[in-house]
């Protein structure tokens, strides 16, 4: 009788290097959104809790996973830290906690490209399950960017015309390098540009502080685009003559 | 000939650009006649209207269309949200739109006129506000004082201001202002802005001559929402 594959589920960016031993196993980005997992994770996490580190929750206990890997170092956030903790004593399954510090930039050709955004964002968050050489074609003159991690509701990329370019962290996940600061920093100038985060992320201080430093827009999002999000979006690059 | 459409959450403002005839309706009457659109924006505009706008690059071409100056801070006040475009020349620099901190005020304000019968005309305004973070919540506290002794009508005067000062922060405090929407027409609710604010009521179609850029940009011929009702 064939051995039951192990399933592993993983939070964040965790390094190559504990990766690449698992690989032989099913492993599941708990970051992204799994079909059918009822959420859970009402009662174990504050209201104040970003989208992202609710999804990871739910799918942790969904999933019945034999093992989970956490990165809570400087590439992720002080929440993916607290959640190895409570995975740690609700669930019966090792937990192993990594601090991704990789320099060693893997490129960032899907950010860089002419496809559309969605697309790009597709592939990037299958990336860590699923690296793979892609044939793409560069997009020199971006006509808009955005920056920031991966939205939980991926409807809010295709606001945006073929070729925007992904900044921020998506850029560093894609990279392999999610505590790289100078490169999550980097903006283009000239582009116009939304600076996004989820509710509740830390990281919406700094979206803030750049768009007003770039003239660009920061909006945040839990959950579900709503209508006002997208219509302030729509506008943004309405009135920067950025067409679809 | 073309029918623009505001399809808000309670009130449907239509213009039919052939005859210059313009119309309010309640949008629950819209939606039983099938009342549909050429270009429609508004809460429901997808539903009814085969082209639509966003409503914030509505507000923002409608008032550049009104407005002859060329920086303006233009802030609607829908049945359930708030929002502002705030621009200069052709630049939009500063927006917002507000479902749920503004929610369901302007929505609330005219349930409680009809709900005590207040003529928004006659009433004037309050020296006090009770906070408002939204529609609900105001009513709250709207209740409470009247539990306390004050009379309907100062309670729900305190209520408006209450909208007033937070739509007023909402677009960051400035000294003149243009305001657009069914709010237009509630004299107690412009006179409930802090005193030395000067409030310039555009009315109920500004997003519909936002609409007609999108129009002029399919055929050529000058139209606007801004001449008389018929």
């Known amino acids: 009788m064939a051995e039951k594959k192990r399933r592993i589920g993983f939070a964040g ?4 290097s504990v990766l690449a031993p698992r690989r032989a196993a099913d492993l599941i980005d708990l970051d992204n959104l799994v079909e059918g997992v009822e959420p859970r994770s009402e009662s174990l996490l504050p209201r104040t809790t970003c989208r992202i580190i609710r999804r990871i929750l739910d799918n942790a206990l969904a999933l019945g996973l034999d093992e989970i890997v956490i990165d809570e170092g400087y590439g992720k956030c002080d929440s993916a830290r607290g959640l190895a903790d409570i995975l740690e004593q609700i669930l019966e399954v ?9 320099r060693e930039g893997a490129g960032t050709r899907i950010c860089d490209s002419n496809l559309p955004p969605l697309r790009k964002m597709e592939l990037i968050l299958d990336g860590l399950v699923n690296p793979r050489e892609l044939d ?65 992320c830390p990281k919406n201080i700094i979206a803030q502080h750049l768009a007003q430093a770039r003239g660009g827009l920061h909006v945040d999002v839990d959950g579900v685009l709503s209508q006002p999000v997208r219509a302030k979006i729509e506008a943004f690059l309405h009135f920067r003559n950025v067409r679809r | 000939m073309a ?22 309706l309640p949008t629950r009457e819209a939606a039983a006649q099938g009342r549909r659109a050429d270009i429609a924006t508004g809460h429901s505009a997808r539903r009814w209207a085969s082209r ?11 008032g550049r269309r009104l407005i002859r100056e060329p920086e303006f801070l233009l802030l609607d006040v829908g049945s359930r949200d708030v929002k502002y475009v705030h621009m200069r020349d052709s630049d939009l620099l500063d927006m917002d739109w507000t479902a749920t901190c503004g929610a369901l005020t302007g929505f609330t304000l005219e349930l409680l006129g009809n709900y005590y019968g207040i003529d928004y005309g006659r009433v004037e305004p309050a020296q006090k506000s009770v906070p408002v973070t939204c529609g609900v919540l105001g009513m709250e506290q709207l209740f409470e004082l009247v539990s306390q002794g004050a009379s309907e009508t100062e309670a729900v005067a305190r209520f408006a201001r209450g909208i007033a000062m937070n739509a ?30 000067e409030v310039r ?11 007609i850029p999108e129009l002029e940009a399919a055929a050529p011929p000058i139209i606007t929402a801004a001449g008389e009702d018929t």
């Open chain 2, 52 to 62: 639509h706008l966003n409503e914030l690059i509505a507000l923002a071409q409608g």
């Open chain 2, 201 to 211: 009521a555009l009315g109920r179609f500004v997003l519909i001559e936002g609409l």
């Open chain 1, 136 to 200: 793409l074609t560069p997009e020199p003159d971006p006509p808009a960017a955005i920056w920031g991690v991966p939205a939980a509701d991926l409807s809010i990329y295709e606001i945006f015309p073929d070729g925007t370019r992904v900044l921020g962290w998506t850029r560093c996940l894609e990279n392999r390098t999610p505590s790289d600061w100078e490169l999550e920093m980097e903006v283009p100038e000239g582009v116009p540009t939304v600076f996004f985060a989820q509710t509740f």
């Open chain 2, 168 to 197: 007023h922060r909402f677009i960051g405090e400035p000294e003149r202002f243009y305001l657009s929407g069914g709010m237009c027409d509630n004299r107690l609710f412009q006179l409930s802005f802090p005193q030395d604010v």
């Open chain 1, 13 to 16: 960016c965790p390094p190559e």
């Open chain 2, 3 to 24: 029918l623009l459409g505001d399809f808000g959450t309670t009130w449907t403002k239509l213009l039919d650009t052939d005859t210059g005839r313009r119309c309010v």
């Open chain 1, 94 to 102: 090792p937990i192993i906690r990594t601090r991704n510090e990789n």
